[in-house]
């Protein structure tokens, strides 16, 4: 009988976290999605803010951008811990700014547009360290 060598693949470092990124940015959506699912079916009670509506659409849209970059990295042969850092911790600002918008457990009566504005500073500064970050390698 011929014995059969299992061979193992390790994932490269770049898959390691490419999975990272994706399961944050992964919890992220999911908090944008269930957050219109909850507005959807509370809008006749509670009402719909537009605001809170556009900024939701821009972080899902920029958290699939951001997921879609990942995999451009796997050209990238020589990683470090300071990008291997700055990847996790940039998707982990994106879903903040997801759990921002959202409350995680509603009440039947809340109002949107004040959970907005009450947590509008934390979310613009969140919003604001993103920014920032991307601009040393913006030109």
Same mark, same amino acid.
Request: charged share 10%; with cysteine.
């Given at each position: 009988?011929? @014995?059969?060598a299992?061979?193992? !693949?390790?994932?490269?470092?770049?898959?390691?976290?490419?999975? @990272?990124?994706s399961i944050?940015?992964?919890?992220?959506?999911t !908090?944008v999605?269930?957050?219109?699912?909850r507005?959807v079916?509370?809008r006749? !009670?509670?009402g719909?803010? %537009?605001?809170?509506?556009? %900024?939701?659409?821009?972080i899902?849209?920029?958290?699939?951008a951001?997921?879609?970059?990942?995999?451009?990295?796997?050209?990238?042969?020589t990683?470090?811990f300071?990008?291997?850092?700055?990847?996790?911790?940039?998707?982990?600002?994106?879903?903040?700014?997801?759990a921002?918008?959202?409350?995680?457990?509603?009440?039947?009566?809340?109002?949107?547009?004040?959970?907005?504005?009450?947590? @509008?500073k934390?979310?613009l500064? @969140?919003?604001?360290?993103? !920014?920032?970050?991307? %601009?040393?390698?913006?030109?």
């Amino acid at each position: 009988m011929a @014995r059969v060598a299992a061979r193992v !693949q390790i994932m490269s470092l770049i898959e390691c976290l490419a999975v @990272r990124a994706s399961i944050i940015i992964g919890f992220g959506v999911t !908090q944008v999605v269930a957050g219109f699912s909850r507005m959807v079916h509370t809008r006749l !009670q509670n009402g719909v803010y %537009w605001v809170q509506l556009v %900024w939701a659409f821009g972080i899902l849209m920029w958290m699939i951008a951001f997921w879609w970059f990942t995999f451009a990295l796997s050209d990238v042969e020589t990683w470090t811990f300071g990008p291997h850092l700055f990847i996790v911790l940039y998707a982990t600002l994106l879903y903040t700014l997801a759990a921002l918008l959202f409350p995680r457990n509603p009440p039947p009566d809340q109002d949107y547009e004040a959970h907005f504005y009450d947590n @509008r500073k934390w979310f613009l500064g @969140r919003y604001s360290c993103l !920014q920032f970050s991307t %601009w040393p390698t913006s030109g």
